[in-house]
Nanobody, 126 residues
Framework: QVQLAESGGGLVQAGGSLRLSCASS????????MGWFRQAPGKERDFVAGISGSGIFTYYADSVKGRFTISRDNAKNTVYLQMNSLKPEDTAVYYCAADGSFRGQFHTLDREYDYWGQGTQVTVSS
């Protein structure tokens, strides 16, 4: 069983930055690829970024490529999402998720992930 808890959300002006953190309680954190998703009001939950268990491989949605950076610290059982040059359209609840079936190709559908955090709100004002 893996428990995930996000933190770091908040209100920021357009062009600003935020860093989200997701802490895991499991002892097998390194064995999971991790992903960040987001869900805006009235919309589906969308993939944002993924990182392999080792942290070597990453993958981004086109909408955030070049602005967001995913990273992880396996010693701290934590995955991060550094968000720069934020836009109002980045406003959403952000979730981290653990993928136990990663085999080299990143999963981008939420049903492919095994464990989820409770989410953290990010609001970008114009």
């Amino acid at each position: 069983q893996v428990q995930l808890a996000e933190s770091g959300g908040g209100l920021v002006q357009a062009g600003g930055s935020l860093r989200l953190s997701c802490a895991s309680s499991g002892r097998t954190f390194r064995s999971y690829a991790m992903g960040w998703f987001r869900q805006a009001p009235g919309k589906e939950r969308d993939f944002v970024a993924g990182i392999s268990g080792s942290g070597i491989f990453t993958y981004y949605a086109d909408s955030v490529k070049g602005r967001f950076t995913i990273s992880r610290d396996n010693a701290k059982n934590t995955v991060y999402l550094q968000m720069n040059s934020l836009k109002p359209e980045d406003t959403a609840v952000y979730y981290c998720a653990a993928d136990g079936s990663f085999r080299g190709q990143f999963h981008t559908l939420d049903r492919e992930y095994d464990y989820w955090g409770q989410g953290t709100q990010v609001t970008v004002s114009s």
